[in-house]
Nanobody, 127 residues
Framework: QVQLVESGGGSVQAGGSLRLSCTAFGPSSYFNSRYCMAWFRQAPGKEREGVAYIYVPTDYTYYGDSVLGRFTISQDNAGNTVYLQMNSLKPEDTAIYYC?????????????????WGQGTQVTVSS
């Protein structure tokens, strides 16, 4: 069974920074397979939105337009923790942030393409 655990959420003023972490726990077969990780967010009354993506075997990344240039996704050398560095935060970044895992390379961040999800961590940005 694969489990994703997020941490690092909190409250910050506009212009500030936060770093989210997502650690994966599971069988060795999970870590030996080719997979991708992504961060999504969901604000009240809105659809879940893809924020940042990383293809684990190659470090290939891409980002949603709303966070491009402000957020950075990365992974640790062990390959079991993914980070989201969020800079120049805006009130519109306020949401619950989720990490998710998908099999193989996924061209777009559609939530339906990701098979494991964390429980979410709240990020609140005040003006």
């Amino acid at each position: 069974q694969v489990q994703l655990v997020e941490s690092g959420g909190g409250s910050v003023q506009a212009g500030g920074s936060l770093r989210l972490s997502c650690t994966a726990f599971g069988p060795s077969s999970y870590f030996n397979s080719r997979y991708c990780m992504a961060w999504f967010r969901q604000a009240p009354g809105k659809e879940r939105e893809g924020v940042a993506y990383i293809y684990v075997p190659t470090d290939y990344t891409y980002y949603g337009d709303s966070v491009l240039g402000r957020f950075t996704i990365s992974q640790d050398n062990a390959g079991n923790t993914v980070y989201l560095q969020m800079n120049s935060l805006k009130p519109e970044d306020t949401a619950i942030y989720y990490c998710a895992r998908g099999r193989g390379f996924i061209a777009t961040m559609r939530p339906a393409d990701f098979d494991y999800w964390g429980q979410g961590t709240q990020v609140t940005v005040s003006s």
